[in-house]
Antibody, heavy 123, light 113 residues
């Protein structure tokens, strides 16, 4: 059973860079056709896809955040990471890592999710 | 971007009664070459990540009770809970995976009347 676990600082100051890591267990991040993504949810609000990465390093970002987002992968550690620069209070949210696949039918929905980690932006 | 709009924002239904949640996409999420609707439904309980219930608009994920069903095509979709149970209290989201950026509806809160 695939498991994902987010880790991060919990608190970041405004204008700094947020860094989160997702550790994958129960399977390989190099699994063919699987993509690894980040989704966030501000307190009491809905879900926003941030971006995704394939183990080869190909990345896909939400245009609304693209200028501030970098997603990277470390296959040796079975991890992928999110960096979000120049954060403001509006970036306060629960950040989830999740996975989906892409095959002859195209994309699939997010079928495995981490438990999420709350990231607060405050001085 | 494909905008997903759910209705209603909240819904209160008596135990054992039917609950219906609607989701409308700003453009079709039906891929004509395979006749599949790229639409999923998720259930989110407090303090938990979303859980996938339905994909391809009407296919139940393994282990999901059969009181949950999805229907619709193109731009209009429905999630139905045929007989509401106490454990179904949650927020429900639709999501399109037809194209990037993936987008979600704003959520519908389902409560017991």
């Amino acid at each position: 059973q695939l498991q994902l676990q987010e880790s991060g600082p919990g608190l970041v100051k405004p204008s700094e860079t947020l860094s989160l890591t997702c550790t994958v267990s129960g399977g390989s991040i190099r699994s063919s056709s699987y993509y690894w993504g980040w989704i966030r949810q501000p307190p009491g609000k809905g879900l926003e896809w941030i971006g995704s990465i394939y183990y080869s390093g190909n990345t896909y970002y939400n245009p609304s955040l693209k200028s501030r987002v970098t997603i990277s992968v470390d296959t040796s550690k079975n991890q992928f990471s999110l960096n979000l620069s120049s954060v403001t209070a509006a970036d306060t949210a629960v950040y989830y890592c999740a996975t989906y696949y892409y095959d002859d039918n195209g994309y699939s929905p997010f079928d495995y999710w981490g438990q999420g980690t709350l990231l607060t932006v405050s001085s | 971007d494909i905008v997903m709009t759910q209705s209603p924002d909240s819904l209160a239904v008596s135990l054992g009664e039917r609950a219906t949640i609607n989701c409308k996409s700003s453009q079709s999420v039906l891929y004509s070459s395979n006749n599949k609707n790229y639409l999923g439904w998720y259930q989110q309980k407090p303090g938990q990540p979303p859980k996938l219930l339905i994909y391809w608009a009407s296919t139940r994920e393994s282990g999901v009770p059969d009181r949950f069903s999805g229907s619709g095509s193109g731009t209009d979709f429905t999630l139905t809970v045929s007989s509401l149970q106490a454990e179904d209290v949650a927020v429900y989201y639709c999501q399109q995976y037809y194209s990037i950026p993936f987008t979600f509806g704003q959520g519908t809160r389902l409560e017991i009347k």
